[in-house]
């Protein structure tokens, strides 16, 4: 099982990222997925989710409006488009899937937003 982020970085206030997270070694349509991130000294947040065929997506608050999840099943790949970012946005950011008794995680990218 691997899931792999990629896409973070460095960008200014008000800039765009867009996460992704390509899975393998598990049936990827079959299980609802999750963006979590971790700021340093901070518990970890779930920042959005999404069901397995895509048809529903949660967010934090704190996101709302400026976060969207999506997934491309066809692909096997999870996305995050982050717009309007802010410093307190800056973390490290993991995908995860999680099924009955499989809970599977990215090693997690980071995010930085300063000028």
């Known amino acids: 099982v691997q899931l792999v982020e990629s896409g973070g970085g460095l960008v200014q206030p008000g800039g765009s990222l867009r996460l992704s997270c390509v899975v393998s070694?598990?049936?990827?349509?079959?299980?609802?997925m999750r963006w979590y991130r971790q700021a340093p000294g901070e518990e970890r947040e779930l920042v959005a989710s999404?069901?397995?065929?895509?048809?529903?997506?949660t967010y934090a608050d704190s996101v709302k409006g400026r976060f969207t999840i999506s997934r491309d099943n066809a692909k096997n790949t999870l996305y995050l488009q982050m717009n309007s970012l802010k410093p307190e946005d800056t973390a490290v950011y993991s995908c995860?899937?999680?099924?009955?008794?499989?809970?599977?995680w990215g090693q997690g990218t980071q995010v930085t937003v300063s000028s």
């Open positions: 995860n899937a999680m099924r009955l008794r499989n809970n599977y």
């Open positions: 070694g598990f049936t990827f349509s079959s299980y609802h």
């Open positions: 999404i069901t397995s065929a895509g048809r529903s997506t």
